[in-house]
């Protein structure tokens, strides 16, 4: 793989780093997860939506004018936070390239991760994960092999990573998915997030013994409130529903998972009092948006609320068959008035929303260290 010709490249990038980002609160940004914060390591390898570029892609057109890599039709929360703090957009680890500056940080989150590993679904018969969707625990592995080009013993990486921010998801959403795939029903699905939650904090754990000691690790979302969530588990039974138009009993889903994962913050911040982990609330940042849309500039009208803003049709404009940037899917004039974005994914719009809800508050517990310039 081309990322070895690196470690013989550059070299003791953590000295260069202190030297020319030594004012900022943080000189690199570490992230693991799935499609909410890939920046292209994905489509490094598969070369294909979003990564290609036929000219009618919609992915990337708000910001980027073309397909970047990102399962948006712009930024992404940790784009929003790395310019926050002064920091470039992460390079995907698969696409650095020899000679590459990569010295304030790297991104390893790759669209359809799990936080399982594929030994786990394979055992379970389930069949919709692939090997091609790198777990959390090879995420890992890419990092420790990049580890070398900052830091050769334990002195240098602790003095390497002390002003790093490390961030350990958002990832557990895509491990629920595959179950609900499978037919899997709500008790169903509650019984796998302890294993979810211990893959999570498994890794946080080897992130702090190798060296960090910031570190975030995202909640889940209000998946009752997705497009595609929405579509699959369709209800025409109003109780269903809460008086907004989630589905109830999987957003009840999605807050036990955030609290079985609290109370592992809450024991891993016990054993390793020198860490500071903190927990962001993707869950009640995210649901604000479809509680009240008109406040955070989005459409007043309820039946635009749910709906993607690029899909194929049904009552969400999102169809399981067909993908957004295919033929027969269209995208809405004006994507930052949605929220939603292809079924599974946030606009641009969103995104920007709910990191000014990380950053300026109230939805990092404890907060993040203040960020130097305003989300733009």
Same mark, same amino acid.
């Given at each position: 793989?081309? @990322?070895?010709?690196?470690?013989? @490249? ?25 499609? @909410? ?15 290609? *570029? ?24 940790? *784009? ?16 650095? !390239? ?5 010295? +304030? ?8 991760? !799990? ?24 995420? =890992? ?32 959403? /895509? ?9 899997? /029903?709500?008790?169903? =699905? ?13 890794? !946080? ?25 929405? !579509? ?20 009840? =889903? ?22 500071? @982990? ?12 479809? +509680? ?24 969400? /404009? ?59």
């Amino acid at each position: 793989m081309k @990322i070895f010709i690196l470690f013989s @490249i550059i070299t003791l990038a953590c000295g260069f780093l202190v030297s020319n980002a030594k004012s900022l609160p943080y000189e690199a940004i570490f992230n693991f997860g799935d499609s @909410i914060s890939d920046t292209g390591n994905a489509a490094s390898l598969h070369k294909s939506p979003p990564g290609d *570029d036929n000219g009618k892609n919609p992915y990337g057109s708000t910001y980027f004018k073309h397909p970047s890599g990102r399962m948006s039709d712009g930024r992404l929360i940790i *784009d929003f936070i790395a310019k926050a703090y002064g920091l470039p957009f992460l390079p995907a680890y698969l696409n650095l !390239t020899e000679g590459q500056n990569f010295t +304030q940080g790297v991104n390893f989150a790759y669209v359809g991760a !799990t936080a399982l590993d594929m030994e786990y679904f394979i055992r379970k018969g389930i069949n919709s994960v692939t090997p091609d969707e790198k777990s959390l625990s090879v995420q =890992l592995d890419w990092f420790k092999k990049l580890k070398p080009s900052f830091c050769k013993t334990k002195e240098e990486c602790d003095n390497c990573f002390k002003r790093s921010l490390f961030l350990v998801g958002e990832i557990g959403g /895509n491990d629920v998915i595959a179950h609900m795939v499978a037919n899997k /029903n709500i008790p169903q =699905l509650r019984e796998i997030v302890p294993l979810i939650v211990e893959a999570i904090t498994n890794t !946080t754990t080897a992130l702090i013994e190798e060296g960090a000691v910031e570190l975030v690790v995202p909640g889940n979302f209000p998946i009752g409130c997705n497009s595609a969530v929405l !579509t699959v588990k369709k209800s025409d039974n109003k109780d269903d529903h809460d008086e907004f138009g989630c589905l109830k009993s999987y957003n009840t =889903l999605a807050q036990y998972y955030n609290e079985q994962l609290k109370q592992a913050i809450e024991t891993l911040r016990k054993k390793n009092p020198q860490a500071k @982990i903190i927990y962001f609330d993707y869950f009640n940042d995210a649901k604000r948006l479809f +509680q009240a849309p008109h406040q955070y500039g989005f459409s007043a009208d309820k039946n635009e609320t749910f709906k993607a803003c690029c899909g194929a049709g049904g009552p969400f /404009n999102f169809l399981p068959n067909i993908n957004c940037g295919e033929p027969r899917s269209t995208v809405c004039s004006e994507p930052s008035n949605r929220i939603n974005w292809d079924g599974l994914h946030y606009t641009e719009a969103a995104y920007r929303q709910i990191a000014k809800g990380l950053l300026e508050g109230p939805f990092a517990y404890p907060p993040l260290k203040s960020p130097p310039f305003k989300i733009a």
